[in-house]
């Protein structure tokens, strides 16, 4: 179909792709883990696009999927020395799932009442995991260094998980652009713009939204297992920060929601911002507040976001901004 | 028969909104449903939409049981619905409030197809121009005529109208009653909630009165109009009494 | 066993009390202007170090600085309202979450840039109480607990009794019919928004005079407000009291017959729970 190769689709493509071959071409670690980071957020952003830019339901405690999926599989791989393509995918599958059983009872809510819940099913993940033996309670798990041998080693283990990183982005976009340009999706944006009218005109709305509520659990789960395969380890600290939501949902709405370029140029502003924040002598310890003021900013003057702006200013580029 | 409605009795905390309703609608018709504000009209349509589930009774669409149903199985089974106090999809185009219609409706078609209909469906309603133009920017006559326009996208084979008309001008009214009856004509019924009485009365095959979630009266236009019952339970308004008896 | 577990509840109960007092600031801003105010925690750091700030450094006895504190938290609550909340007012829900999260993040930003993340404390020990021969209470504590019931009265005095209140009653009711009768919702919406900054401030302060704290020791609260103010009804004071003291019994409790790191999973597991089985609270929320 001609629509599948519209410039919306291949412009945040090539740019990922690009970036990444450029990494893989130069082999530097530091070019390699920054970047790790970078693909890391737009992946989160724009799985977390999936749900609140699409059907308009703000999940802020979206870091629960990363956790749990993540712990998952970490501790297939750690403990039980599955691979790590099959147990970050099986992480990704707990993950929907738990989505797809939490979202048939918490979609039923509202607005805040929803954004609340998705907080205290957070804090309920980490308590429990900070208490289940199997997950290592509240010390964590951790990777014996010989299962790196494996792999080849621990650079190669490292470029492993990187790559794999750089793959599944470039599905998350395709999906974020399949989803948004389907039959589907069209039921999405009308539960987003009204849900009640949408019912009446024949929208399945439970059954579409735990649908899509797994799927943007699903790929936060894999990238949770890769971020702590690379890492070494896990705990319940580091797994289910809500500050991590909450950076990934400002990097939505900085970029632009319900877009799928959008999460990606949030994803690099933001970042680009934090590391500029964070290294320079005058912000270094104002980074949170000059982060917060400008998330104020745009939620009060541009709430479209960067690429929601330029759209609606320039409709002549709607192709392109998709 | 498309449309058969019995005993429905709904209740609000104290409030008895609907008591024993029970009428026919035969396929092809235009019904006009009329009555005093606050008499239930609403929450009738909310009760055969499926957004309500009636306390008691039943409605039997095409043969088939739809009491209770909830409005996304009632909407595929071919009902569709225009609201009174209308409920665009702002942020999407003209065409794609349309082709959310026909998505989702009674044939389920695939977005090229829909974006077909609703290409036929607006000229129909004469929106065909604004077609890309965002649904909230349009004027409240352009929204009532987008909400007709959903509802048609679906192709259902009931159509529901509240009070469609309520705020247009007459050359606007005048306008709306050709292209409900061009409705008719290809074949859709009709159950339309109007105050407009001369538009009422002049498009309506039958009339149903209801007052205080009661059915009081059931007929032609010109048996209803002269009906002492209905004169009296909208002898708070004279001049719509008036105009009842003159027809 | 059974004097510690007396202990426990009892502890737990005062404690409920300045929980319920916190969570009383969220739940008015969320009954007058449908507005879940994220900013709560720092509000809450904030009349802790404001507390702490006025004792170890003008010598001012911690209680009488409260009431200093709960004005800077009313004058703060001004602020915010007008900087972060009135543009967003009628906007999406979103947008007031992701406002005044912002403003979170503003204020603890600074905050760790002035107090950095060392932990404080006031030291200000006021003897303990005994009930019967089996329940000792801290006296901090029991103050803490009669200052929350204080600020609680004061409220439902003000909000019933004065003409500010009553207007505030109003526009929580019906904002465009107060405003039709001449009732200024801006203003008023501001005044709600600053007591029930002031409230949480005020907590803050109270809380200070037991627990060491950082600047990062609002969140926590934050957390347990949401819970109280679910668990009570949204919107509904006295279920914020209400919920405060559910809570804080439960924190008493649950320790006796589960490991303590169990507690965080009753609470908000309690909380997911109510949310879906009766979103409206135990009292019935705004």
Same mark, same amino acid.
């Given at each position: 179909?001609?629509?599948?190769?519209?410039?919306?689709?291949?412009?945040?493509?090539?740019?990922?792709?690009?970036?990444?071959?450029?990494?893989?071409?130069?082999?530097?670690?530091?070019?390699?883990?920054?970047?790790?980071?970078?693909?890391?957020?737009?992946?989160?952003?724009?799985?977390?696009?999936?749900?609140?830019?699409?059907?308009?339901?703000?999940?802020?405690?979206?870091?629960?999927?990363?956790?749990?999926?993540?712990?998952?599989?970490?501790?297939?791989?750690?403990?039980?020395?599955?691979?790590?393509?099959?147990?970050?995918?099986?992480?990704?599958?707990?993950?929907?799932?738990?989505?797809?059983?939490?979202?048939?009872?918490?979609?039923?809510?509202?607005?805040?009442?929803?954004?609340?819940?998705?907080?205290?099913?957070?804090?309920?993940?980490?308590?429990?995991?900070?208490?289940?033996?199997?997950?290592?309670?509240?010390?964590?798990?951790?990777?014996?260094?010989?299962?790196?041998?494996?792999?080849?080693?621990?650079?190669?283990?490292?470029?492993?998980?990187?790559?794999?990183?750089?793959?599944?982005?470039?599905?998350?976009?395709?999906?974020?652009?399949?989803?948004?340009?389907?039959?589907?999706?069209?039921?999405?944006?009308?539960?987003?713009?009204?849900?009640?009218?949408?019912?009446?005109?024949?929208?399945?709305?439970?059954?579409?939204?735990?649908?899509?509520?797994?799927?943007?659990?699903?790929?936060?789960?894999?990238?949770?297992?890769?971020?702590?395969?690379?890492?070494?380890?896990?705990?319940?600290?580091?797994?289910?920060?809500?500050?991590?939501?909450?950076?990934?949902?400002?990097?939505?709405?900085?970029?632009?929601?319900?877009?799928?370029?959008?999460?990606?140029?949030?994803?690099?502003?933001?970042?680009?911002?934090?590391?500029?924040?964070?290294?320079?002598?005058?912000?270094?310890?104002?980074?949170?507040?000059?982060?917060?003021?400008?998330?104020?900013?745009?939620?009060?003057?541009?709430?479209?976001?960067?690429?929601?702006?330029?759209?609606?200013?320039?409709?002549?580029?709607?192709?392109?901004?998709? | 028969? &498309?449309?058969?409605?019995?005993?429905?009795?709904?209740?609000?905390?104290?409030?008895?909104?609907?008591?024993?309703?029970?009428?026919?609608?035969?396929?092809?018709?235009?019904?006009?449903?009329?009555?005093?504000?606050?008499?239930?009209?609403?929450?009738?349509?909310?009760?055969?939409?499926?957004?309500?589930?009636?306390?008691?009774?039943?409605?039997?669409?095409?043969?088939?049981?739809?009491?209770?149903?909830?409005?996304?199985?009632?909407?595929?089974?071919?009902?569709?619905?225009? =609201?009174?106090?209308?409920?665009?999809?702002?942020?999407?185009?003209?065409?794609?409030?349309?082709?959310?219609?026909?998505?989702?409706?009674?044939?389920?078609?695939?977005?090229?197809?829909?974006?077909?209909?609703?290409?036929?469906?607006?000229?129909?309603?004469?929106?065909?121009?604004?077609?890309?133009?965002?649904?909230?920017?349009?004027?409240?006559?352009?929204?009532?005529?987008?909400?007709?326009?959903?509802?048609?996208?679906?192709?259902?084979?009931?159509?529901?109208?509240?009070?469609?008309?309520?705020?247009?001008?007459?050359?606007? &009214?005048?306008?709306?009653?050709?292209?409900?009856?061009?409705?008719?004509?290809?074949?859709?019924? &009709?159950?339309?909630?109007?105050?407009?009485?001369?538009?009422?009365?002049?498009?309506?095959?039958?009339?149903?009165?209801?007052?205080?979630?009661?059915?009081?009266?059931?007929?032609?236009?010109?048996?209803?109009?002269?009906?002492?019952?209905?004169?009296?339970? =909208?002898?708070?308004?004279?001049? &719509?009494?008036?105009?009842?008896?003159?027809? | 066993?059974?004097?510690?577990?007396?202990?426990?509840?009892?502890?737990?109960?005062?404690?409920?009390?300045?929980?319920?007092?916190?969570?009383?600031?969220?739940?008015?801003?969320?009954?007058?202007?449908?507005?879940?105010?994220?900013?709560? $925690?720092?509000?809450?750091?904030?009349?802790?170090?404001?507390?702490?700030?006025?004792?170890?450094?003008?010598?001012?006895?911690?209680?009488?600085?409260?009431?200093?504190?709960?004005?800077?938290?009313?004058?703060? $609550?001004?602020?915010?309202?007008?900087?972060?909340?009135?543009?967003?007012?009628?906007?999406?829900?979103?947008?007031?979450?992701?406002?005044?999260?912002?403003?979170?993040?503003?204020?603890?930003?600074?905050?760790?840039?002035?107090?950095?993340?060392?932990?404080?404390?006031?030291?200000?020990?006021?003897?303990?109480?005994?009930?019967?021969?089996?329940?000792?209470?801290?006296?901090?504590?029991?103050?803490?607990?009669?200052?929350?019931?204080?600020?609680?009265?004061?409220?439902?005095?003000?909000?019933?009794?004065?003409?500010?209140?009553?207007?505030?009653?109003?526009?929580?009711?019906?904002?465009?019919?107060?405003?039709?009768?001449?009732?200024?919702?801006?203003?008023?919406?501001?005044?709600?928004?600053?007591?029930?900054?002031?409230?949480?401030?005020?907590?803050?302060?109270?809380?200070?005079?037991?627990?060491?704290?950082?600047?990062?020791?609002?969140?926590?609260?934050?957390?347990?407000?949401?819970?109280?103010?679910?668990?009570?009804?949204?919107?509904?004071?006295?279920?914020?009291?209400?919920?405060?003291?559910?809570?804080?019994?439960?924190?008493?409790?649950?320790?006796?017959?589960?490991?303590?790191?169990?507690?965080?999973?009753?609470?908000?597991?309690?909380?997911?729970?109510?949310?879906?089985?009766?979103?409206? $609270?135990?009292?019935?929320?705004?």
């Amino acid at each position: 179909m001609k629509n599948r190769l519209r410039p919306g689709l291949w412009i945040p493509l090539a740019f990922v792709l690009i970036w990444g071959l450029a990494v893989l071409v130069l082999r530097q670690d530091t070019l390699r883990e920054t970047t790790f980071t970078l693909l890391m957020f737009v992946g989160l952003a724009s799985s977390l696009n999936i749900l609140l830019g699409y059907t308009g339901y703000v999940s802020f405690g979206h870091i629960v999927f990363f956790g749990l999926g993540g712990y998952t599989g970490f501790y297939l791989l750690s403990q039980q020395g599955w691979p790590l393509y099959i147990a970050a995918l099986a992480g990704g599958v707990l993950s929907a799932g738990l989505a797809w059983l939490l979202g048939l009872a918490v979609l039923r809510l509202r607005g805040a009442y929803f954004a609340l819940a998705t907080i205290g099913i957070n804090e309920a993940a980490r308590a429990f995991v900070s208490n289940f033996a199997p997950f290592g309670g509240a010390t964590g798990l951790f990777v014996n260094f010989s299962a790196y041998d494996h792999y080849g080693g621990a650079g190669p283990a490292l470029w492993l998980a990187f790559i794999l990183l750089w793959i599944i982005t470039l599905i998350i976009l395709l999906t974020s652009f399949l989803v948004k340009h389907s039959r589907f999706g069209l039921g999405l944006l009308a539960i987003r713009e009204d849900e009640d009218a949408a019912m009446v005109m024949g929208v399945k709305a439970p059954q579409a939204k735990t649908i899509t509520f797994a799927i943007s659990a699903f790929f936060p789960g894999i990238i949770g297992t890769l971020y702590f395969f690379k890492n070494g380890n896990v705990e319940p600290g580091d797994a289910f920060q809500l500050h991590m939501s909450i950076e990934a949902l400002v990097m939505v709405m900085l970029g632009g929601q319900g877009t799928v370029l959008g999460p990606l140029v949030g994803a690099i502003t933001y970042q680009g911002l934090r590391g500029y924040l964070l290294t320079s002598p005058l912000f270094k310890s104002l980074h949170l507040a000059v982060a917060g003021l400008f998330l104020l900013l745009i939620v009060l003057f541009v709430p479209a976001g960067a690429v929601g702006w330029v759209r609606g200013r320039f409709s002549g580029l709607r192709r392109f901004l998709e | 028969m &498309i449309l058969e409605v019995r005993d429905i009795t709904k209740k609000f905390g104290g409030l008895q909104a609907l008591t024993e309703v029970t009428f026919d609608l035969p396929q092809g018709q235009i019904l006009g449903l009329i009555g005093p504000n606050g008499a239930g009209k609403t929450t009738l349509f909310n009760v055969l939409n499926g957004i309500y589930a009636p306390d008691a009774g039943r409605v039997i669409f095409r043969g088939e049981d739809i009491t209770g149903l909830p409005s996304y199985e009632v909407a595929r089974r071919g009902i569709a619905r225009a =609201y009174q106090v209308v409920r665009p999809l702002s942020d999407l185009t003209v065409q794609e409030n349309v082709m959310v219609g026909a998505c989702f409706g009674r044939e389920c078609f695939s977005l090229t197809d829909a974006a077909k209909i609703a290409g036929e469906v607006l000229a129909q309603v004469g929106l065909a121009d604004r077609a890309q133009q965002p649904a909230g920017s349009l004027n409240v006559a352009q929204k009532k005529r987008l909400e007709l326009a959903r509802a048609l996208g679906a192709r259902p084979y009931l159509l529901l109208l509240d009070e469609v008309l309520a705020g247009l001008n007459p050359s606007e &009214i005048t306008a709306m009653l050709d292209t409900i009856r061009q409705i008719r004509d290809r074949g859709t019924t &009709i159950l339309m909630i109007e105050h407009v009485m001369q538009a009422v009365m002049n498009v309506s095959h039958r009339v149903i009165v209801l007052d205080y979630g009661r059915l009081i009266a059931e007929g032609l236009p010109q048996e209803v109009a002269n009906n002492p019952e209905v004169i009296e339970a =909208y002898l708070g308004d004279p001049k &719509i009494a008036e105009r009842l008896m003159r027809g | 066993m059974l004097d510690q577990l007396l202990s426990s509840l009892t502890d737990g109960l005062l404690l409920g009390f300045v929980y319920g007092l916190a969570a009383m600031g969220l739940s008015l801003i969320w009954g007058v202007m449908t507005v879940i105010n994220l900013a709560h $925690g720092p509000v809450i750091a904030l009349g802790m170090f404001g507390t702490y700030l006025l004792f170890s450094h003008v010598g001012m006895n911690p209680y009488l600085a409260l009431f200093l504190v709960a004005l800077l938290g009313l004058l703060s $609550g001004f602020l915010i309202y007008g900087v972060a909340v009135h543009r967003v007012i009628d906007a999406p829900h979103l947008s007031s979450l992701l406002a005044t999260f912002a403003v979170n993040m503003i204020l603890i930003g600074v905050g760790t840039a002035l107090f950095t993340t060392s932990p404080h404390n006031i030291d200000y020990p006021m003897g303990s109480l005994q009930l019967g021969s089996m329940i000792t209470i801290p006296g901090t504590r029991f103050i803490a607990a009669l200052g929350a019931v204080a600020f609680t009265a004061g409220l439902y005095l003000f909000l019933y009794f004065s003409r500010p209140g009553k207007a505030i009653r109003a526009v929580a009711n019906n904002r465009v019919a107060a405003e039709l009768m001449g009732i200024p919702s801006a203003q008023v919406l501001a005044l709600s928004f600053g007591i029930g900054t002031m409230l949480a401030a005020v907590a803050g302060g109270l809380i200070s005079t037991f627990f060491p704290f950082t600047i990062l020791s609002g969140g926590p609260y934050e957390l347990k407000s949401f819970v109280i103010c679910v668990l009570g009804g949204l919107g509904n004071p006295l279920g914020a009291l209400l919920g405060g003291l559910i809570l804080g019994g439960l924190e008493g409790l649950v320790p006796t017959f589960m490991p303590v790191s169990w507690v965080p999973v009753v609470e908000f597991g309690l909380f997911v729970l109510v949310l879906l089985i009766r979103p409206s $609270g135990l009292l019935g929320a705004k």
